[in-house]
């Protein structure tokens, strides 16, 4: 998915970077695709029905499943953020991910899980979850939302942002 925002600065030498992706993967080939909860209106009415007699009122009462380019939900500096995690994103992107390719009871994982977003939709979904990170401070800040708690301690430095795991590898 690629979530499309209009808000920040221009670039003076190159293209502005006005986009998150969002990468979604499956199990396996046998996947849900639930586009009942998630579709959204049609842009514009056809004038003329001879144009498009396939569009029927009825289809536009039902409205349309969305692209892969969303630019419906809010973004970036417009989220009211739950963490102080610099990349949080909006829960509705999430919701609507989760809605679309899970069922009640199915698990979701998100192996980059920074705040926990997903895994809080994912609960509130009724979604069983995993949630991974590499940063400590990030599972920090998941787990202190997960269990409903604030956060105490607030300010970080870059290094906090950079630190590499300490790694043994074992056979």
């Not at 994982?109 to 979850?129: L, W």
Request: with cysteine; charged share 35%; hydrophobic share 30%.
């Amino acid at each position: 998915m690629v979530v499309k925002f209009n808000i920040g600065g221009r670039g003076k030498r190159e293209f502005a970077k006005k986009h998150d992706y969002i990468i979604v993967y499956t199990k396996s080939d046998v996947f849900a695709f639930n586009d009942k909860d998630i579709r959204i209106p049609y842009r514009s009415v056809i004038s003329k029905k001879q144009d498009r007699p396939n569009i029927t009122a009825e289809k536009l009462a039902i409205g349309t499943i969305p692209t892969n380019v969303w630019d419906d939900i809010p973004s970036g500096l417009k989220v009211k953020k739950k963490s102080d995690y610099f990349s949080e994103k909006h829960p509705k992107i999430l919701e609507r991910i989760i809605l679309t390719s899970s069922n009640k009871g199915d698990v979701v994982a998100d192996f980059f899980c920074g705040s926990g977003t997903t895994c809080v939709v994912a609960k509130q979904n009724e979604r069983n979850y995993y949630g991974c990170d590499i940063s400590e401070r990030a599972v920090s800040i998941s787990n202190c939302r997960l269990n409903g708690k604030k956060r105490e301690e607030k300010v970080f430095n870059k290094k906090d942002l950079t630190d590499e795991p300490n790694y043994e590898a074992r056979i």
